[in-house]
């Protein structure tokens, strides 16, 4: 099967990557330590944190929300955004368990994936195969034949760089002329409300800056407790992931501003006229009150336990409720989705376990899931 030969392709140019990485940077190692601690003390008060965020969100001034539901946070949204909008997107997990794409479509806007994975995806209208990597499933020869069919400008036979040419040249006119951007957030300081995001591509950037609003949408497990240890999981999720050092490190308090004229700050400056903050909890919260489902909530979508599992090489996209796949995914689909059915699919190789930079023991998790799976049936 193609999505087979794409998956071996990313393990091979990934995996021997990240080991690279660990070896000349040994202070991730380091702050993966450090950043697991931090993420325990937000998750055994959660509800506390949550509301400390949101005040600092409002004092940076920004609006912040949270939604209990998808349904609450597609409604927030849609207040927000109103109708007839061109709206572009940086890749956002939380987005996709929420619909956001295709509700503000349904309401009339033009709306564009910018991460070119998920640019990828959303003209295949596939859901994605990986949390870092959501097109991995598609072979270059697919992804040419694809664009070919969708907004054409390539050839047979085009090299890799042609065809990233290709759509940088397509979204560069959307980014110039969106009104609002949509992006997610890697981790979310609760004592300054800053949205912390890493990237590759620049076009995380083009959507947090370029239009007259942003709006940030993510789970209440990305809170952490100050903007040191903001920094510390870009840190650490860019090189667990093989990407190291990151292109860009984004941080986001508010709407843009200036202190130009007699140093007294003001907003909005070039940037937004206005930042928005969407916190989702979709199960979080409950998940966090129980002892072993809140280790699920440490993970920093690194998407290193995808590639060093048997099972998820074996069924790929199909383990798992988008965009939740692999074997955090297992774990995810039954935290927001209340689905143990991924879960029963674990083999318990336990290289998850050993490669998880907050050693989180994905094994000992999905055995809980299946417990409590088999308890329903009952």
Not at 98 to 116: C, K, M, S, Y
Not at 167 to 180: G, I, P, S, T, Y
Not at 268 to 279: D, M, R, T
Not at 312 to 339: C, E, H, I, Q
């Amino acid at each position: 099967m193609s999505w087979e030969i794409a998956v071996e392709r990313a393990i091979n140019n990934n995996v021997p990557r990240v080991y690279k990485i660990l070896k000349e940077h040994p202070y991730i190692l380091d702050l993966a330590k450090e950043l697991r601690e931090a993420k325990l003390k937000v998750l055994e008060n959660l509800d506390y944190y949550v509301d400390k965020t949101l005040d600092s969100v409002k004092r940076a001034g920004g609006h912040g929300y949270l939604a209990s539901t998808p349904e609450e946070a597609r409604e927030i949204v849609g207040k927000i955004v109103g109708k007839g909008k061109t709206v572009v997107m940086g890749k956002s997990m939380v987005a996709y368990e929420a619909g956001i794409r295709e509700f503000l479509i349904r309401q009339g806007n033009e709306v564009w994936e910018t991460d070119l994975g998920e640019f990828l995806i959303q003209l295949a209208n596939q859901p994605p195969s990986h949390i870092i990597a959501p097109a991995i499933h598609l072979t270059k020869e697919e992804v040419e034949k694809l664009l070919k069919e969708k907004i054409g400008g390539v050839h047979e036979g085009s090299t890799h760089e042609e065809l990233v040419a290709r759509v940088r040249q397509f979204l560069r006119e959307k980014f110039v002329n969106a009104d609002v951007g949509i992006t997610g957030a890697n981790a979310v300081a609760s004592d300054t409300g800053t949205i912390a995001l890493i990237e590759n591509e620049g076009n995380i950037r083009f959507s947090s800056i370029s239009p007259a609003m942003h709006i940030a949408i993510t789970g209440v497990d990305k809170i952490v407790p100050t903007l040191a240890d903001a920094t510390k999981e870009v840190l650490v999720q860019s090189a667990f992931a093989g990407l190291y050092p990151p292109t860009y490190v984004n941080f986001t308090s508010g709407p843009s501003s200036t202190a130009d004229i007699e140093m007294k700050r003001v907003s909005p400056a070039h940037g937004p006229k206005e930042f928005h903050l969407i916190l989702l909890d979709n199960g979080r919260i409950k998940a966090s009150k129980d002892p072993v489902l809140r280790e699920a909530l440490l993970c920093i979508r690194c998407g290193r336990c995808h590639l060093h599992c048997p099972v998820y090489r074996a069924l790929g996209v199909k383990w798992g409720d988008p965009p939740f796949t692999g074997p955090m995914g297992a774990m995810w689909s039954y935290v927001v989705y209340n689905d143990p059915k991924p879960a029963m699919y674990c083999a318990h190789s336990g290289n998850c376990k050993e490669v998880c930079p907050m050693k989180i023991n994905i094994p000992k998790v999905l055995e809980y899931i299946k417990w409590k799976g088999n308890k329903q049936k009952a």
